[in-house]
């Protein structure tokens, strides 16, 4: 009886422990993923999402890659003494329960370096990597977007 007694207790911790966690990449849902449309000869542009995070605890989208660019970086918008500026940012964050918005004049993905032209109604492949090294495939459509008015200002700066 000792020996399924002890047996029963591993189990239950074994099972409690936090190796049956989702990972980040479980936790997150994307919603609305989408990336701006360019014409031929720029070859930069902008994805654009919504991640909710289901999970407990607060995740991290930290990197993301397309076979569509050379790179992608996390950037974000910033008011510097009125002009809107570019940064790269290390993380994004996304709260426990909660949602981050990457959106114009926001968090967003730079598309940089573009091995070809984005058209509307394409889609591009987007894998987003999150803090525990878990990643999430997703399809942007790419979408045709004008710049708002108070955008025309950024000036990007690395």
């Given at each position: ?12 911790l ?27 000869g ?15 605890k ?7 890659e ?37 959106k ?15 058209k ?38 690395h």
């Amino acid at each position: 009886m000792f020996k399924q007694l002890t047996s029963g207790l591993l189990l239950g911790l074994f099972l409690a422990s936090p190796v049956f966690s989702g990972t980040a990449a479980d936790d997150i849902q994307v919603m609305d993923p989408w990336a701006r449309e360019v014409p031929p000869g720029l070859t930069t542009s902008a994805g654009f999402l919504t991640l909710h995070n289901k999970g407990s605890k607060e995740h991290k989208l930290v990197a993301a890659e397309s076979p569509a660019t050379g790179t992608v970086e996390l950037h974000t918008h910033i008011n510097d003494n009125g002009v809107m500026r570019m940064r790269p940012v290390k993380d994004i964050p996304v709260a426990a329960g909660g949602k981050t918005e990457l959106k114009p004049g926001g968090y967003h993905l730079m598309l940089m370096m573009l091995k070809k032209p984005l058209k509307s109604g394409e889609k591009m492949p987007i894998t987003l990597q999150f803090e525990d090294g878990s990643k999430k495939e997703i399809q942007a459509e790419v979408r045709h977007f004008s710049m708002e008015k108070g955008m025309k200002h950024m000036k990007m700066d690395h």
